[in-house]
């Protein structure tokens, strides 16, 4: 199995803006966030002092979320909190799975019927341009777009896989485990360990990748803070 520093996954967002999304990075200072329509996820360092915050709260805009992912700096006073959610980041230790002829690669004519799926299936953050964060992969059913799942955060020697998803009408069918396979076989062949975040409220998900062969590697709390 491919094997990277897991320390890397420590600080994913900073590390895949500064690493293979460089190129889709806004920064000033050491603050650092996706460009818009990308992500929403923002990097500081691991101890950011008065002036890496200030460089972030110029780079966002007056009165912006701050979406900090699993970052644990806190921000000072007047950072208003927008939410917190408790979750785990959890790293794959199973086989390589067999490659999936039956899923399909989704280009940019995709983003609609993308868009519209996670508007049904709500899997998280999606944005117009998150696929340009790496592969993502679905299944049509009858000609209908049904699920998908795709790359986000690629620290080094990683791949989060994410936007993990079924249509209501198609649940219960096997096409998350299907996408999710697919992916992970297609990140181990580049040599690189795949990893995901879920929600602990997220019950049914944690079962489902335990079972395809993640195991926890740490707890996390997904925080956002609405800028001064």
């Not at 992912?69 to 921000?75: E, G, L």
């Not at 004519?109 to 341009?129: C, I, N, Q, T, Y």
């Not at 790496?134 to 791949?159: I, K, Q, W």
């Amino acid at each position: 199995m491919a094997n990277g520093d897991a320390t890397a996954l420590d600080d994913p967002v900073g590390a895949s803006l500064r690493g293979h999304h460089a190129h889709l990075a806004r920064r000033l200072g050491k603050a650092a966030t996706y460009q818009p329509g990308v992500a929403t996820f923002c990097a500081v360092g691991a101890d950011p002092d008065a002036e890496e915050w200030a460089d972030l709260a110029r780079l966002l805009g007056r009165g912006e979320v701050a979406d900090l992912f699993s970052s644990a700096a806190v921000p000072p006073p007047g950072w208003e909190p927008v939410f917190a959610l408790e979750g785990r980041q959890m790293i794959w230790n199973g086989g390589r799975p067999e490659p999936d002829s039956g899923v399909v690669e989704l280009g940019a004519d995709s983003v609609p019927e993308m868009l519209d799926l996670v508007a049904r299936a709500k899997p998280g953050p999606f944005w117009p341009r998150t696929r340009e964060l790496g592969t993502y992969l679905g299944v049509r059913e009858n000609g209908r777009f049904v699920a998908m799942a795709g790359e986000r955060l690629r620290p080094a020697g990683h791949t989060e896989i994410s936007a993990v998803c079924t249509a209501p009408e198609a649940r219960g069918r096997g096409y998350a485990a299907r996408l999710v396979r697919a992916l992970v076989a297609r990140v181990l062949a580049r040599g690189e360990r795949p990893f995901l975040h879920v929600a602990e409220a997220n019950t049914g998900a944690i079962a489902l990748y335990e079972r395809l062969g993640f195991e926890t590697r740490k707890p996390v709390t997904f925080r956002g803070f609405r800028t001064p």
